[in-house]
Every structure is written in structure tokens, then in C-alpha cells.
RNA sequence: GGCGCGUUGACGGAACGGUUACGUAGAGGUCUGCAAAACCUUUUAAAUGGGUUCGACUCCCAUACGUGCCUCCA
């Protein structure tokens, strides 16, 4: 099996190769808890979780850290930029920590309604000030870095390949700046590693600037970091000089991704990540997820228009994560239907019979054969770039032969082993949601079959209709009488 | 202003230089105690105009529209 992936470091497919044989090293850019994920948001985390799923699909073990910037996200309104955290504080009359704790909470609620995997490492920025500070007295050490009144910044000019990763035109990018920008920085490109509190003021969160980072001349301030630094240092710290694979949305590519490699080879003399995977954005009916439009549905939308968090999850597979793709309610509805109809083949689990077919029966039970053999051709779709239409086309197919069978002829080992398979993979929760149906229902059933036989339609018509409360559909194929939700 | 990306049938969304993607929805039909399902069919789907080619949705150029980054962003 080979693992493909598009990188963007080097702007082709290549075949995955870990450094150390067997483990990966997973870096993913994680939340600003400043305020709700929406829908844009947790596409990128289901994408990655997929990847995730997919390394440990093919035998990787998998050391993951997601950051939680909790702080040093500037916004750019003002010349003075803002602390995102400081600034969702005054909006909700709570300092900068109480609102991270409460966005941090609600990620991780969301996460786990998603079903994605959580990182063995879910790092905090704040939690990780002592190592920031290091990386950066080191990049100073090394001459990377000056200050000016409003903190200290990375000299993006001795850092020569700083343009390559994202192809950056750097003299067009001043001719282009609308905003302006602090006219002591060296080069438009010089980024901040730390930021002084401004005179006057006072922050929620903010650390002394230690001794060893300032000017000989200066006096003591306070400050806190730089949004890429916090990457960086986190990292660097957890998954040292040189990660496998660092993964973020398309939109970090020119600055956030590349300030953090400069910084980081700053530091280390080595390369900083091997695989660079970004996921496209998901536009809202047709345009772009925007405050301001306020079509940035969260979770807790969907779930009053009655959808699932697993029926959104299932929208976002259906399409590739390096394509731009378009969320609406009709297309969110038809993912869910597709996801019902999967529930549906999974419940005939319930209803079929631990097979007892020799090897011989196997091999020449057309249904059988193929039921064994997709697992494997799901997972080397997904190994095609995480190739998620097309395991789903694969699903598709399997499930439509199964619903084409005849119960008696289905292997039940085979069919839960696909089961088993799905939900690793694409986390859809196929078992877990497609349980088996009361005791009640099944003695109606029975009773309803022994009505049919003696052709006692009117009675065998209540019965369908009393297992209808109970929300089991029943349709009458040749041979069987297969259940259904009803719950569509 | 600079640098990119995209435009596939009602909707979502793939692959591929020559063969039905697939899903969801609608319509018609077959089958059937009834219902449901299943199965079959659903007209030239490829933004527009050129070009390359024996042949283009697939490659090249232009135009239109959309969208992204350059400023915080998944």
C-alpha cells in the first residue's frame, strides 16, 4: 500500500515516506478560542481527523498536537492590531481567560460530537510562554531578530528562501499593503515574536518581557507572543526539530505557515516539516463565510434544523479536501439521506444469521467475495490523498449488492467487518447509530409473517401499522421482510 | 494594484485525452396482496469563444463570472 499526499512544499503528489519507520508526526493548527468554530471550521478538523484515521489505518502510530491559540491573535482593525481573546473579553464583559476556558470547552464538546479523534496533545499557547520565550532568545542570540517600541520582530531578510513556500512576490506585497504598518518594521514581511502591552494599558493576559530579550537600553515591559511563534515552540518542543506532517486551511499558507518555518529552521538549522497539507475552504451558498453575512452556521444551527453533527460530517466527505467546496441546507439534507440509507444497511446485521459457509461457499458467493475485498479497496482509496468521494463511491457499491441480496445469503462476519472498517475510517458511527430493534417489535414481526402466510392481509397491515409507532419501517422483498427506521 | 484558484446535469460531487462516476431529489415504467423497496429509463452535464488532436469535460489561449490571499482567518 502506498500513502500518497498532495504537498504543498513541493506542489505535487508524493508518496508518503515517515522518518522514523511505522510513526508520524502530526502537527495541526488548532482554534483561536476567541469565539464559536463554524461550519468552515470544523470541515478542517474533519479533514484532518480523516488523515488521522488513514495513518492509523495503514499501521502508523500517530503523535498528534493541536494548539489552542489563547491568545496573541491579532485582529487588524486597528493600526495597533488586537488581541482577539482580549477583544471577545469586552464583548462579553469577561476577562480574556474566561473566554478561552468557555470557547476551549466548546470545542472539545464539538469535537467529540464529530466524533474526531483528539490529539494526545492539546497544547495551550499559555501554557507554553517559558518555551516561547526561549525560541525567541535563541533567534535573537542567532541575529534574527530587533526591536522596535512595539515589540520584537523577526528580520525576514536573514531568512532567505522566506518567499519560496508560498511563492511570495515580496515587493508587490508592500506595493499592495491597505493597511499601514508600523513604519519602524525593517521589511513589510518582518513579523512580531513578541509584543509589548501597549503604555497605558493593561491586559488579561500578559508576561514580563524578560531581561535577556530586550535592548540593553530598555526598560522592563510587559507583553505577550506572537501568533506563530506559539506554533512554533509548541512544536519544536513536542515533536522536535523536523515534524512529518503539519496540516492547516489554505488561508495560512503565505503568512502563518511561512513565519513558522522561517522562525523554526531559524532556530534549528534544520527543516522544519516534510509534508505541508492544507484543505480549500467551504463556502456558505455560494460565498465565503463571512461575520458580517452571518452565514458562519455553528454546530448548534444545524442541530435546530435538525441535523446531526455526523450527518454535516458526512456532508464534508463527500467532497475532497483540497477543493473549494459549497455548503447549503439541500445539500447538507442529501447527505443525510445518504447517511440514513447507510444506517438502514447496517441494521441488516440485526437480521441475518451467523454464517456458517465453508471456504468453498465462500469463494463462489458473488456477495460474499466482493463484501470481504472492499475494506481493502476503501482503504486504498483513501490512501489516493485521502480520497474520500471515492471510498464513499465504493461504500455505494458494496451496500447497493447487499440490498440486492437475499438476507439468507449474506455474510454476517463480512458485513460487520466492512462496518468495523467504515467507522474507523470515516468515523460515521454506522454501528453505534444502527442499533437492533425491541424484542416487541421483532415478536410483531414474526406475527406478522405468520399472517402473510395465511394470507390474512388486514391483520398483517395492523401489524405493519402498530410497528410504524414503534418506528420500524417494514418493506417486503421476495424472500424477506427487512426493517427499517423510521426516522428519516 | 500584485499573486493565485475555480466554473461539470435540479442539487452535491468524482475520475479520465476516446468506455454509465457516484449520491440526493423529481418524473415515467417494470415487479408486487397492499405499501415500501429494488430494478430500468430520464433527452447533446460539462461558463463562453477559439486552438492543438484522428478524437477534449479532460491539454493550450482569450473572454465572462465567481472566489481566495496580499490584513486576523479553517
Request: aromatic share 10%; net charge negative; with cysteine.
Amino acid at each position: 500500500m502506498t500513502l500518497k499526499f498532495y504537498n504543498t512544499l513541493t506542489g505535487h503528489t508524493d508518496e508518503f515516506v515517515s522518518q522514523v519507520s511505522g510513526k508520524v508526526s502530526l502537527y495541526t493548527c488548532g482554534p483561536t478560542v476567541y469565539d464559536s468554530p463554524h461550519v468552515g471550521n470544523w470541515a478542517s478538523y474533519i479533514y484532518w481527523d480523516t488523515l488521522v484515521r488513514l495513518l492509523m489505518v495503514n499501521e502508523y502510530e500517530v503523535k498528534r498536537v493541536m494548539n489552542i491559540t489563547d491568545v496573541g491573535h491579532l485582529t487588524s482593525d486597528a493600526d495597533e492590531g488586537e488581541d482577539k481573546l482580549e477583544k471577545g473579553a469586552r464583548r462579553e464583559h469577561k476577562t480574556a481567560w474566561e473566554v478561552a476556558k468557555q470557547y476551549t470547552d466548546e470545542f472539545m464538546e464539538g469535537m467529540n460530537e464529530l466524533n474526531l479523534i483528539i490529539p494526545q496533545y492539546i497544547t495551550k499557547a499559555t501554557d507554553y510562554i517559558p518555551d516561547q520565550l526561549n525560541l525567541i532568545k535563541i533567534l535573537k542570540d542567532k541575529g534574527f531578530t530587533y526591536q522596535i517600541d512595539d515589540g520584537i520582530y523577526f528580520e525576514t531578510s536573514k531568512f532567505p528562501s522566506y518567499a519560496d513556500f508560498a511563492h511570495l512576490d515580496l515587493e508587490n506585497l508592500k506595493a499592495g499593503a491597505r493597511v499601514e504598518y508600523n513604519p519602524e518594521k525593517h521589511s513589510h514581511s518582518d513579523f512580531a515574536l513578541w509584543k509589548f502591552t501597549a503604555i497605558g494599558a493593561k491586559r488579561d493576559m500578559e508576561w514580563e518581557t524578560p531581561r535577556y530579550l530586550l535592548d540593553n537600553d530598555s526598560e522592563i515591559k510587559m507583553g505577550f507572543p506572537g501568533w506563530a511563534v506559539e506554533c512554533s515552540a509548541m512544536a519544536l518542543t513536542i515533536l522536535g526539530s523536523t515534524i512529518d506532517i503539519h496540516t492547516g486551511g489554505i488561508d495560512h499558507i503565505p503568512v502563518h505557515h511561512t513565519n513558522e518555518i522561517a522562525q523554526s529552521e531559524s532556530v534549528t538549522g534544520q527543516k522544519f516539516c516534510n509534508y505541508w497539507l492544507h484543505n480549500d475552504h467551504i463556502k456558505v451558498n455560494g460565498t465565503k463565510i463571512s461575520k458580517s453575512i452571518g452565514n458562519g452556521y455553528k454546530l448548534s444551527d444545524l442541530k435546530s434544523k435538525g441535523f446531526t453533527p455526523i450527518d454535516f460530517r458526512m456532508f464534508v466527505l463527500q467532497g475532497n479536501y483540497r477543493n473549494e467546496s459549497n455548503f447549503t441546507f439541500e445539500g447538507l439534507q442529501s447527505a443525510k439521506n445518504r447517511l440514513n440509507n447507510w444506517r438502514n444497511i447496517s441494521a441488516i446485521r440485526h437480521q441475518i444469521n451467523d454464517t456458517t459457509e465453508s471456504e468453498e461457499e465462500i469463494n463462489h458467493n458473488e456477495t460474499t467475495v466482493s463484501l470481504y475485498a472492499t475494506p481493502r479497496a476503501i482503504i486504498e482509496a483513501l490512501d489516493e490523498d485521502i480520497g474520500t468521494p471515492e471510498a464513499l463511491r465504493i461504500i455505494d457499491e458494496a451496500f447497493s449488492r447487499i440490498t440486492r441480496t437475499s438476507l439468507n445469503k449474506i455474510n454476517k462476519k463480512a458485513l460487520i467487518q466492512l462496518l468495523e472498517l467504515i467507522d474507523y475510517t470515516l468515523g460515521l458511527k454506522l454501528i453505534e447509530n444502527s442499533p437492533d430493534i425491541t424484542d416487541d417489535a421483532k415478536r410483531i414481526i414474526i406475527e406478522r409473517n405468520a399472517a402473510r402466510s395465511q394470507q390474512n392481509w388486514q391483520k398483517a397491515d395492523e401489524l405493519r401499522d402498530q410497528l410504524l409507532k414503534l418506528g420500524v419501517l417494514l418493506r417486503d422483498t421476495e424472500k424477506d421482510s427487512i426493517w427499517e427506521y423510521l426516522d428519516k
